[in-house]
């Protein structure tokens, strides 16, 4: 596969964001995945799910690929690693989401990782989806935080979040993934939502703190071209 340009997975996604498609998907964290209960937690996920989110912020070394080997066995939704550090890539997914944390200023999670990671995917057969990942307050300490060492941007910073989206882009992302955090208090808010879709011009995602379908509704609304929800689903 040619890592140069894009492929299938993300090509569906700018095709469904062209055709005003609704898209969502389900954040799967490994280590709190119970691998004989798989069918049935595929069995629960809404029917309209798109594609599933594997990774978590701390996953035992090992654990996201037995969650994916598994998961490939019961389903035909794309797999795509959402992965909190090296160790959780696996070629046995579709795709991954090539994350640079870029509303914190800690190198290791802006390109540390990033070239740590290079001897796992130079030859690996995984579509690379360059994703500027963005956290955004959401009223509670969570794990990403603690582990990357990084502050959120406050809900009331909405040009500082534009802008911080708009570098992501300028810079070659080619999704935009505005995070609440897992088990946050609050979504990320429908005017963060709005103003960061209508200064920038590729794909956004949405996720953390969505448990309901009115807030599911809401970020749609908004202008998120992808939901991701996880905690209303984990088994």
Do not use: C
């Amino acid at each position: 596969m040619n890592k140069g340009s894009s492929s299938s997975i993300f090509e569906s996604i700018t095709q469904a964001v062209q055709n005003k498609q609704r898209l969502l998907s389900i954040l799967i964290d490994p280590d709190k995945f119970d691998l004989s209960a798989t069918k049935d937690f595929l069995n629960r996920i809404p029917g309209s799910t798109s594609y599933l989110f594997v990774g978590g912020s701390q996953v035992r070394n090992g654990q996201t690929e037995l969650v994916v080997n598994q998961l490939k066995k019961n389903t035909e939704l794309p797999l795509i690693l959402f992965p909190g550090d090296v160790s959780q890539i696996t070629d046995q997914a579709d795709a991954i989401l090539f994350l640079s944390l870029l509303s914190g200023r800690n190198p290791e999670y802006l390109i540390t990782q990033q070239v740590k990671s290079i001897s796992k995917l130079q030859h690996s057969s995984l579509e690379i989806i360059p994703t500027g990942y963005i956290l955004i307050d959401g009223g509670v300490p969570t794990s990403v935080l603690e582990v990357s060492q990084t502050k959120a941007i406050p809900p009331d910073q909405i040009d500082t979040i534009v802008h911080t989206a708009l570098a992501g882009q300028f810079s070659g992302k080619q999704l935009i993934y505005l995070e609440a955090g897992s088990g946050a208090a609050w979504p990320v808010s429908a005017e963060i939502i709005s103003e960061v879709k209508k200064n920038t011009s590729v794909p956004l995602v949405v996720g953390g703190g969505i448990r309901t379908e009115l807030q599911k509704e809401t970020a749609y609304q908004a202008g998120a071209d992808m939901v991701v929800m996880g905690n209303a689903f984990e088994i």
